[in-house]
């Protein structure tokens, strides 16, 4: 199949949406706010929070789309402050790696396009934006999954595999089978 990559914003929103609502709010109505700061609020609309960040920049993802016009996955990433809430938190401060400018965070593909390279596209697409922002320092938590069976409900942060094969390198163990991980991205003009 083949894949477009968009940058998520106002534009690129209602695309958004429907993929979520398709998957029910994705992992039990999440709207991908888990890693933002306000995730914790009680009895906020994560839809509307999720919307808002987005129409006023606050919010970042690749967003992939097939070759029909629907949204199939997206990567979420953002800088630590617009994405501070992190997997394995007490182990990843007790021996902090360096700060990074960007974080990836979540990764989501619709149940029926999943093993379709749409995850592959969606963090490709967060690299090309990452370059075009200035690039810098990108760090993510992935699981390792070779030798290991994985449902991919649970590998909403990608795999280790993955994020290797885009360049980045292992830096630290921080959990069972998740990995530090950081690459250097070049901007662009």
């Known amino acids: ?15 958004f949406a429907e993929l979520v609502e398709r998957n029910n709010g994705i992992f039990g109505g999440c709207w991908c706010m888990g890693w933002h700061p306000e995730a914790a609020e009680a009895g906020i609309s994560k839809r509307n929070a999720k919307e808002e960040r987005v129409r006023t920049g606050r919010a970042h993802a690749a967003l992939v789309v097939d070759s029909s016009g629907v ?42 396009h999943r093993g379709q390279g749409v995850a592959r596209a969606a963090l490709g697409g967060a690299l090309d934006q990452i370059a075009r922002l200035g690039g810098g320092l990108v ?6 999954t070779a030798g ?11 795999t280790v595999e993955l994020f290797e094969a885009h360049g ?7 959990g069972k089978h998740a990995w530090i991980v950081n690459r250097q991205v070049v901007p662009v003009a």
């Open 71 to 112: 949204a199939q996955g997206w990567c979420q990433y953002g800088s630590p402050e617009e994405l501070p809430n992190i997997k394995h938190r007490r182990i990843y401060l007790q021996d902090q790696p360096p700060v990074p400018d960007w974080r990836i965070t979540c990764f989501y593909v619709d149940t029926r």
């Open 148 to 158: 290991r069976e994985a449902h991919g409900r649970f590998l909403y942060s990608a």
């Open 1 to 15: 199949m083949q894949y477009t990559v968009h940058e998520l914003n106002a534009s690129t929103w209602p695309l």
């Open 168 to 174: 980045f390198s292992r830096v630290r163990q921080v």
């Open 139 to 144: 760090e993510a938590i992935p699981e390792v």
